[in-house]
Structure formats: structure tokens, C-alpha cells
């Protein structure tokens, strides 16, 4: 996977960015607005066109303005919206910087995706087949693919390459490196594109607690527990000391990138938790830090 330059700097550190995300329906829109609003951008999906200038106006006023925001656009949305939406965005263009970003996807995975998704085409209320809903989305998105900053091709792409692209390009961060914590269950395969593995199959498994083995790492209740286990503390301060001695010497091999993986058996609990734990850690000294649970989503 090529990497290519970020397109938000730092050069105007009160400059404000608007992402437009849009695309083929199927092509990793949701994915990517995911990616951004795990670098802290102001995330807003299927807003029509003639609410932009309302929704930056909104988010950037007061005194905790956003700086970052991102918008996803759709077929869902009138069609008219795509003939306004340039209009739109010149306008904004004067006062934001607008970043229009366009996921493609060819035809055949995308069939492939609703297949195996078993999700509805949003033009299929028009009483489309899937082919043709998928060519008469293509006719009406044409003028925006025209238009945009950039253009993703997600055909061979899984959701881990599609996050680690949308994060390399849109990071903001003083250091260059973005970090990618995901957890995951051993019985289902090692992410692979993982530069660290952590195994925390040796911790207390909430699993085996009735009430909790419905919840996942992400509930109080299950945190609670977690966090009363002198085990779970010894493991994570192991880790982040670990990785506060090593990853600065990725950083210093220019390094834009590095992926930390947590397994536990189910990838539901202790896994979650202590990738939670890992992010919310390393957000409190950088931005850049992006969380994935793959068997959550």
C-alpha cells in the first residue's frame, strides 16, 4: 500500500479543516469517518449539502471551537444535493480548508460486500437491482469524483489498510507518528498487519462472570472488574513502560506508523479494555492515536 503525503499540516495551527467523505456506498465511508473521529475530528455522517456552512459555523464557534471537522455525504442525501454540493464547498473553501475525499471501489467487490453483508443498497427502494443501483450511484457521484482532493480506491483494501491510509494522510501530529491500538481474539488469527502482539490470555476473564460475559471491555461494569485485578495493573503498566522506552526509537527511524496489537481468547474483554486503556494513556501526551476492536465491529 502506497503512503502518500498528509494533507494537514501544521504550518497554521488555527486553521480550520473540513473533510468531506463521499463515495461509493460500500466503499469504506463508514470506516474512514471512524478512522478521523479517532483523531479527534468532529464527525457528522449523511448531512445534506446545504447544512455545511451551519455545521462549521456551529462546531467552530465558542470558546472550545472545533478545529477538525469531518462530514460523510451519500446517495442517501437528494439528488439535487450533489449539484450544490461545489457550490458549497467553494464557498466554504474562503474561510475553511476543504478536503473533499472520494472512496471509490470497483464494481464486483462491491456486490461482493453487500453479498456477504447481506445489506440493502440504499438506491434498492427505487426497485433497482444491485448492479444497476450501483451504476446509476456511479452517474450521480461523477461530478463530485471530478472535483476531489482525493481519490481512495478501496478494492483491495481491508478495513485495518483503509484506517492506517485514512490516519497516515490525516494526522496531525507533532511527532509523525500515529499509533494504532486493536485488539482481537487469538481462535479467530493474528491481525496481520501488526508490528506489536500483546497476549493477555493469562488475566482473569471476565467470560466466566455471568453477568459480564454479555458486556465487552468497553463497559463499566466489566472495567470495574478488570481494574480490581492486581494482575491487569502489573500488565499494563509492563506494557506501557515497554512501550514508552521503544516507541520513541521508532520514531527517531521515521517511522509514520505503528500498529500494537492486544489478543485475549474471545477479543471481547480483556483485549478491549486494556487497548481503551492503552489509547486513553498515550492521548493524554499525543494525537494521532487510533483504537480498532476487530471483533467488536
Not at 17 to 37: D, I
Request: proline letters at 4%; one cysteine or more; a negative charge.
Amino acid at each position: 500500500m502506497t503512503h502518500y503525503e498528509g494533507l494537514i499540516n501544521n504550518d497554521d495551527p488555527n486553521a480550520i479543516h473540513l473533510v468531506v467523505l463521499t463515495g461509493m456506498s460500500g466503499g469504506g465511508k463508514t470506516v474512514a469517518l471512524r478512522a478521523l473521529e479517532d483523531l479527534e475530528f468532529y464527525c457528522v455522517d449523511n448531512l445534506p449539502s446545504t447544512l455545511l456552512p451551519e455545521l462549521v459555523e456551529a462546531a467552530t464557534g465558542g470558546y472550545s471551537g472545533r478545529r477538525r471537522i469531518a462530514v460523510g455525504v451519500d446517495v442517501r442525501s437528494r439528488d439535487e444535493d450533489f449539484q450544490h454540493m461545489p457550490q458549497v464547498l467553494s464557498t466554504l473553501a474562503a474561510t475553511v480548508q476543504v478536503h473533499l475525499i472520494f472512496l471509490d471501489c470497483n464494481d464486483e467487490v462491491l456486490i461482493k460486500r453487500y453479498s456477504e453483508t447481506r445489506r440493502r443498497h440504499p438506491l434498492a427502494s427505487l426497485g433497482m437491482s444491485l448492479a444497476d443501483a450501483i451504476a446509476e450511484e456511479r452517474r450521480l457521484l461523477r461530478p463530485l469524483m471530478a472535483i476531489a482532493e482525493r481519490v481512495i480506491d478501496s478494492s483491495n483494501l481491508n478495513v485495518h489498510q483503509l484506517r492506517r491510509l485514512i490516519a497516515t494522510g490525516y494526522a496531525q501530529t507533532t511527532s509523525g507518528l500515529t499509533l494504532m491500538f486493536q485488539s482481537f481474539a487469538f481462535r479467530r488469527g493474528l491481525p496481520l498487519d501488526s508490528d506489536f502482539v500483546f497476549d493477555t490470555r493469562c488475566l482473569p476473564n471476565p467470560h466466566w462472570e455471568p453477568t459480564l460475559r454479555p458486556l465487552s471491555g468497553k463497559d463499566a461494569l466489566v472495567r470495574e472488574f478488570l481494574e480490581k485485578q492486581p494482575m491487569v495493573s502489573e500488565y499494563f503498566a509492563d506494557t506501557s513502560r515497554w512501550l514508552d522506552a521503544w516507541l520513541p526509537r521508532f520514531e527517531a527511524d521515521d517511522r509514520s506508523y505503528v500498529t500494537i496489537s492486544i489478543g485475549c481468547t474471545g477479543g471481547r474483554h480483556r483485549s478491549v479494555y486494556l487497548v481503551e486503556k492503552l489509547a486513553a494513556h498515550y492521548r493524554a501526551s499525543r494525537e494521532g492515536v487510533l483504537t480498532f476492536h476487530r471483533e467488536l465491529e
